[in-house]
């Protein structure tokens, strides 16, 4: 069975940064391609990023284009979302999520491409 567990939201002024990290169990990480979602009140769950296999090639909405970096650590099955110059719009909870691509470096991008999902972690952005 695999785990995600999402920690480090929280609340933070605009411009403020937050540092996301989301640890998987139950199989390696470097098994999956992995991404981070958000979904605010009101509103549909939204692709933010993703992260290839090998780290290599990422991929990232224009939104958090320049402002947001994804990383990932496989040596200890975490995946990271470094937050930079947030802006209250960017408030919603946070979601990981892993999938099993096709080609081995592929990106996803599709909700349902993604197999295995957190719980999420609020981030607010207070103006």
């Known amino acids: 069975q695999v785990h995600l567990v999402e920690s480090g939201g929280g609340l933070v002024q605009t411009g403020g940064s937050l540092r996301l990290a989301c640890a998987v169990s139950?199989?390696?990480?470097?098994?999956?391609?992995m991404g981070w979602f958000r979904q605010a009140p009101g509103k549909e769950r939204e692709y933010v990023v993703s992260i290839s296999r090998s780290g290599g090639r990422t991929d990232y909405v224009h939104s958090v284009e320049g402002r947001f970096t994804i990383s990932r650590d496989n040596a200890k099955n975490t995946v990271y979302l470094q937050m930079n110059s947030l802006k209250p719009e960017d408030t919603a909870v946070y979601y990981c999520a892993g999938g099993t691509p096709r080609l081995w470096d592929q990106i996803l991008y599709s909700r349902y491409e993604y197999n295995y999902w957190g719980q999420g972690t609020q981030v607010t952005v207070s103006s």
């Open positions: 139950g199989r390696s990480v470097s098994s999956y391609a």
